[in-house]
């Protein structure tokens, strides 16, 4: 099985890497536009800073063909991000899978939001097998909730903790540091 994690210089890649390595598959990293294509499943990450990270994507085509993939793509924290409409982290926009504008935290709440925190209302193959549960979770900005969303969680407001758009995969927390919950949520994203 050939997976993917696109590696343009904005990712936590190796602690993704070691996460499906523990499940017993070999993730390839690359940010080569062919092996990306010819992936059976893609992983994009994300860490950092929506505006520099969407540079980077501009600079090396990414931008134009994440868009375009139809095997099934995960997107990670920032991953997910920039795969909405826009994020107003740096004004910048994004890939416009999800439609939806990711917007940052009140401030009724402190930012970033670190931590475990419960994820509700799954709706997908990805949650397959799982309840309401504990996932971990580093951000500022988030999805609001639309018909896209596929699970929230609550952190002043309920918000979108995971979305889906046809072949398309997001999650805001972060599976690879979610213990056991985490491992099922890929195990399931391989199997579908």
């Not at 598959?25 to 092996?35: F, G, K, P, V």
């Not at 991953?79 to 504008?101: A, P, R, W, Y």
């Amino acid at each position: 099985m050939g997976l993917v994690i696109i590696d343009y210089g904005a990712g936590n890649i190796q602690s993704i890497k070691f996460a499906f390595q523990r499940l017993g598959i070999q993730a390839q990293l690359s940010n080569d536009i062919e092996t990306i294509q010819s992936a059976d499943k893609v992983i994009f990450p994300g860490v950092g800073e929506a505006s520099s990270a969407m540079k980077k994507l501009n600079q090396s085509g990414l931008n134009d063909l994440i868009p375009q993939l139809k095997q099934p793509v995960l997107g990670i924290c920032l991953g997910m991000q920039l795969m909405c409409n826009s994020s107003e982290e740096g004004n910048t926009k994004g890939l416009g899978i999800f439609d939806v504008d990711v917007v940052k935290f009140n401030s009724g709440v402190k930012v970033p939001q670190i931590g475990w925190n419960k994820i509700g209302n799954l709706k997908s193959p990805l949650f397959q097998g799982l309840n309401e549960d504990y996932i971990y979770l580093v951000h500022s900005f988030y999805a609001p909730k639309g018909a896209e969303t596929i699970a929230t969680s609550t952190y002043g407001l309920e918000y979108s903790a995971a979305l889906r758009k046809d072949n398309f995969y997001g999650t805001q927390f972060h599976p690879e540091k979610s213990g056991e919950y985490g491992a099922t949520i890929l195990e399931n994203f391989i199997s579908i």
